[in-house]
């Protein structure tokens, strides 16, 4: 029975197949990756909105946090596969930690060196400057970031082990079962 990825991959274009299957870790992180930015960004807005209404940067730290910590559970299980050991655990802090950073550069830069806030602009203009600065621009730089350090020094296979070898993929969708009664010629179109 074909693995669920499998499936997956079998729907997709033949001539695309090739490129998902050779990057499928890439694939596999931005999949995560971009749940976790939904998560974020609805954690991000309802902090903005409620509690920390005059913090911004502190609401962006604090949804960054949580989907950070979601993107770890779901990257070692599923899109890097690595086994846990200490080391990992505390080069995935460190580098969070430097992502986060990273992610909340751009909306300190717009907020309080280009002053896109009020009074200097109106409350919509303020917010669409806040998703773009810290959501759009600072997810995907931090996003860079993470793919590259991940893979370099948090999720490492162990020494003596190379990484996994691609999933088989099936050159062409199977047919589908012919069901035609017994003794009756098939359909021809």
């Known amino acids: 029975m074909p693995s669920p990825t499998q499936r997956a991959l079998a729907r997709v274009p033949d001539r695309l197949r090739p490129f998902?299957?050779?990057?499928?870790?890439?694939?596999?992180?931005?999949?995560?990756?971009?749940?976790?930015?939904?998560?974020?960004?609805?954690i991000n807005f309802e902090l903005k909105f409620t509690v920390l209404e005059?913090?911004?940067?502190?609401?962006?730290t604090v949804a960054t946090v949580i989907g950070t910590v979601v993107s770890y559970v779901l990257n070692r299980r599923?899109?890097?596969?690595?086994?846990?050991?200490?080391?990992?655990v505390l080069m995935f802090v460190l580098v969070s930690a430097v992502a986060i950073a990273v992610n909340d550069v751009p909306l300190v830069v717009s907020r309080y060196l280009l002053?896109?806030?009020?009074?200097?602009?109106?409350?919509?203009?303020?917010e669409?400057?806040?998703?773009?600065?810290?959501?759009?621009?600072?997810?995907f730089v931090a996003m860079l970031f993470r793919y590259r350090a991940m893979r370099r020094w948090v999720f490492v296979p162990p020494?003596?082990?190379?990484?996994?070898?691609?999933v088989p993929v099936?050159?062409?969708?199977?047919?589908?079962?012919?069901?035609?009664?017994?003794?009756?010629?098939?359909?021809v179109p």
């Open 20 to 42: 998902l299957v050779r990057h499928r870790r890439l694939v596999k992180f931005l999949l995560v990756g971009s749940g976790c930015f939904v998560l974020t960004t609805v």
């Open 54 to 60: 005059r913090k911004p940067v502190v609401a962006l």
């Open 78 to 88: 599923w899109a890097f596969r690595a086994a846990g050991r200490k080391r990992e």
């Open 115 to 126: 002053d896109l806030r009020e009074p200097y602009i109106g409350p919509f203009e303020q």
């Open 128 to 139: 669409v400057a806040d998703f773009l600065s810290g959501m759009v621009v600072g997810t």
């Open 159 to 166: 020494a003596g082990r190379t990484r996994a070898e691609p």
């Open 170 to 187: 099936p050159a062409t969708v199977p047919p589908e079962p012919d069901y035609a009664a017994p003794g009756m010629p098939p359909d």
